[in-house]
Structures are given as C-alpha cells and as structure tokens.
C-alpha cells in the first residue's frame, strides 16, 4: 500500500486553499488541502505497525501554532505555489521522527512545511498565476492538535486510516 | 458545520466501488466509498463535545465483521444502486446510539447499511445498470473496526476529523 502522513487545517483554511486548487491543481479531487509531514511512501509493512510508531511520535509533540504569512513558489526546482507555513520545533520534530521511524525514501528537498494551492503549472501559467497570488494578504494563524495517515486507493484519491492526536495528554 | 459518520471500508472494497462509482456517482470526487452510520447533520455544537460522545460510543461495540452478498437498489424511493451490508447487532447499536445522541433529523427511512456504487441516475440508466449490476456475484467480507467523524467544506467534499475504534480495549 502506498501512505502518506499529512495534517488538514481548519475547515476556514481548507475552504481558502480550496478555491485556487479548483482552477490550479490536478490534485484537487484526490485529497482534501493538506500540509504533508512525509510524502507518499510504499511498504508492505501493515497499517498496525505503522500506528504503533505513529502514536509514539504524536505523544513527543504537544499541540502547536501554524501561522501561514505568504504565498510562494517551488521554483525553479518546480511550478508548485503554496501557502508557506513558518517552521516550529513541533513541525520540524514530527518531519524528522516520521522519516526516522517509517520505510520510504529519505527526502530529496529540505523541509518546507507548505500546503499547495497550484501545482503542474507550465512556466507561462506559473508567472501568470503567481503574479497574482503572491500579493495576496495571507495571515492566518490556528492551532493543530492532530495528524493523519492515509492511503492511495487505485485511482490516485486518499483515504484516511487513522487520526493521531498531539500531546502526552490530548484532548 | 455540517458533519457525518461513516465507515471506510477496506482498499480492496474501495476500489471495487470506485470502479463503478467513477462512471455512475456524482459524488465520486467527494469522499472516498463509505458506509454512512450517520447521514450529513448541521451543528453548531463544537466538534470537541461530539468527539467525547463519539468515544464513549466507540467504546461499546467491539470489532465486527461487514459482509457484502449482493447489489441492491432503493427503488422506488429513489435510484440509488449499492452494495448492500448484512446487518449486525454492531452496525444497528451504532446507528442507533449515534442518532440518539447527536444532533440532526431522524432518519427517513429504517437503516439499510451499505456502499453507494450509484446515485442520481434518470429512471432508464437506472434500469440498463442495475440490470448488469445486480448480476454481479458479490461475496465479501472483512473486519470493521473504526469509524470517522467527517465535516463538509464549502465545494461539498468531505474531509476527516477523526478516526474512533471500535471496543473497549482497541488494537
């Protein structure tokens, strides 16, 4: 099975990124809008092994703020524009436990903790969309006190096997 | 906001129903398939509240087997062709705690579990797919033992909140 670890914002964030994924992301019927903590890996390891792990890490990390202050771009290493969430310790943490502890590729790209807005644009497209985008006034702040993991059914969507809540004592 | 409650199935039935699902169900890009417990009701209520009942419920019914033998239709109510689940003591106490407990209507119509594989159809695709539908020799069965809390975003798809398992002491 492939999986993918991802947070999904407030429904008040999701609803914003929403509205450009519909125009400028292939994507945008696969998944809800999401901050990917560890991209899309596949194993044959089972889903209860994984949680085991998934919720020793959850405990390390208590509930924090994600504050979204711009829209930028990939490029030139390519055309995704996103919402740029600024790094925290929780963040980072989680980014660095989850490629620890799970199978999968160790990432290509420093972390840049985003959630795509536009992706698979060709470069016109890109200078166009992002012309417009990167002056949007973008502040958002809101708390996250959970994670998911999903997996890829066969026609490319997302499903979610489970939820992880943040903290040594979620509530 | 809008929530409900449904079961993921397992991959291997998700992807059974998306394979007629892509053609027949409009609501194909929305959610992943699912067995809803709880069709889509609006509350002010905080999602924290619902998640406390949601817990308690979980708590009481352990792990169960879903058996799916056949594709049904609920014509003349309306189009929708599905695949039916056998109902268990589990899938009954659990519709019947959540409609007890939760905000929203009563249910039309009595509980009948299942999968929508399609939905929406004019009388005539109804007749021409449920004629090869219902042909199909269906026998499946596998273990359920979660089930999510989903809430709606402005496009109409559904994005999970949280995941809830089954029985007192959960694997």
Do not use: C
């Amino acid at each position: 099975m492939k999986y993918g670890i991802v947070i999904f914002p407030s429904k008040t964030l999701q609803d914003l990124a929403n509205s450009y994924r519909k125009r400028y992301d292939p994507h945008y019927a696969l998944i809800p809008p999401h901050l990917t903590l560890k991209a899309a890996f596949e194993t044959e390891v089972d889903a209860h092994s994984i949680t085991e792990k998934l919720e020793a890490i959850a405990k390390k990390y208590e509930p924090f703020v994600l504050n979204i202050r711009k829209v930028s771009s990939f490029q030139p290493i390519n055309n995704t524009i996103h919402l740029k969430a600024e790094k925290t310790p929780q963040l980072e943490g989680l980014y660095e436990d989850l490629y620890a502890s799970l199978p999968g590729d160790k990432p290509e790209h420093p972390f840049v903790p985003h959630i795509t807005i536009a992706q698979k644009l060709s470069n016109d497209e890109h200078s166009d969309v992002y012309g417009q985008l990167r002056m949007l006034g973008i502040e958002h702040e809101e708390t996250i006190d959970r994670f998911h993991l999903v997996y890829q059914l066969e026609n490319g969507s997302w499903t979610v096997y489970e939820t992880y809540r943040l903290g040594k004592d979620p509530q």
